[in-house]
Every structure is written in structure tokens, then in C-alpha cells.
């Protein structure tokens, strides 16, 4: 099977989950997140959810009322993004694609960041990523040490599966779903 007709197939079980059992997950999987941080501070790269994607608003919100430092993407073209600082809430804005993003002018290279929390459409248990198919994270962590940052992605269980990842992919350290972590 084509990772493209894979995608559509997870996706759409994604799309399948009530919006409340999609809150639900996404509480639990944001509750392994919160227990995972380290006591000092730290540099979080995370994501605004888009659709079915799991939603870390609440991890966000611990975030900021924290000493951690939140980025979030900004798309900056059909094959860039970069990280920029958010520190409240009143900051988000819709960016391109609808998805939100920080007003803040600051930003930080991907390398620098102690964890970045990536949504997907899949993953398989080797801790390999399908992404949305548009490489922005493979692109981004091109440029990266294998150590640095710590690569986490957050899924339903049910976005499991099996696939053969191509050359460019980046594997996640971790993977965090509702029923907890699968590889750490």
C-alpha cells in the first residue's frame, strides 16, 4: 500500500473519532507530557491542532504558566516553517493554512530546542513518522543532530500502523498516546 492511500486511510479513522473521545485521548496523552517534563526549564517546540489532531491546549497551558519556553510553527512557505515564541495566548493569530501561530518576532533554529512535539497521520512501532506529506518537520530536522531536540510524537493508538519509511524520514525518540509511551 502507497504511504498516500495509507495516509487517506488513517486520516480519515482520525476524522472518525467523536470530537469528545478525541478530547478525552488528547487529556490523557497531555497528562503523560505534563509527568514527562524535566523540573527545570526547558525549550518546547510544539504545534497548534488542526482538525483531528490531538490537542495539547492544556499542555500549552501548563507551559506558559511555567519557567519552559513554548514555540510554535510558522509556515513560511509551501516547504519552510520556522519556530516562534508564543507566551500567552492573546498571541495567536491565524496563519497560513488557518493554522494558528505566534504575533512574536522571536524565533529559535530547530537544533536549539530541548523537545519538539510533532503531530502525524501515522507511526509505526520502529517510532517512524507519516506526516501530512508536506516534509515540513524531515526538512526541518535535516539540519539537526540525532540528540537534538528530543523528537516526541503524540497519536491515538489507533493511528498505528505498518509502513517503509523513505531515506529522508526522521524517526521519533518518543511516541505518547493515550495509552501511554511506546517508545522511550
Known amino acids: 500500500?502507497?504511504?498516500?492511500?495509507l495516509r487517506t486511510q488513517l486520516l480519515k479513522a482520525r476524522n472518525s473519532l467523536s470530537s469528545e473521545a478525541r478530547q478525552r485521548l488528547s487529556h490523557s496523552i497531555t497528562d503523560y507530557l505534563i509527568h514527562a517534563l524535566p523540573k527545570n526549564p526547558i525549550r518546547i517546540g510544539s504545534y497548534m491542532a488542526l482538525g483531528s489532531e490531538v490537542d495539547l491546549?492544556?499542555?500549552h497551558s501548563e507551559l506558559l504558566s511555567s519557567r519552559h519556553?513554548?514555540?510554535?510553527?510558522?509556515?513560511?512557505s509551501r516547504t519552510a516553517m520556522?519556530?516562534?515564541?508564543?507566551?500567552?495566548?492573546?498571541?495567536?493569530?491565524e496563519g497560513t493554512y488557518g493554522i494558528?501561530?505566534?504575533s512574536q518576532t522571536e524565533t529559535i533554529e530547530f537544533?536549539?530546542?530541548d523537545w519538539l512535539i510533532m503531530p502525524c497521520s501515522g507511526f509505526d512501532q520502529r517510532g517512524y513518522r507519516l506526516g501530512m506529506g508536506g516534509g515540513f518537520y524531515d526538512r526541518a530536522l535535516e539540519q539537526c543532530s540525532p540528540n537534538a531536540p528530543l523528537r516526541i510524537g503524540v497519536a491515538f493508538t489507533s493511528q498505528q500502523a505498518s509502513f517503509e519509511p523513505d531515506p529522508w524520514d526522521q524517526p521519533f525518540d518518543w511516541i505518547?498516546?493515550?495509552?501511554?509511551?511506546?517508545?522511550?
Request: hydrophobic share 40%; no cysteine; charged share 30%.
Open 1 to 5: 500500500m502507497s504511504k498516500d492511500t
Open 57 to 59: 491546549k492544556a499542555l
Open 69 to 76: 519556553r513554548l514555540y510554535i510553527p510558522r509556515i513560511l
Open 82 to 93: 520556522e519556530m516562534v515564541a508564543l507566551d500567552h495566548e492573546e498571541q495567536l493569530t
Open 100 to 102: 494558528q501561530t505566534s
Open 111 to 113: 537544533r536549539a530546542l
Open 176 to 184: 505518547v498516546t493515550e495509552a501511554g509511551f511506546i517508545r522511550r
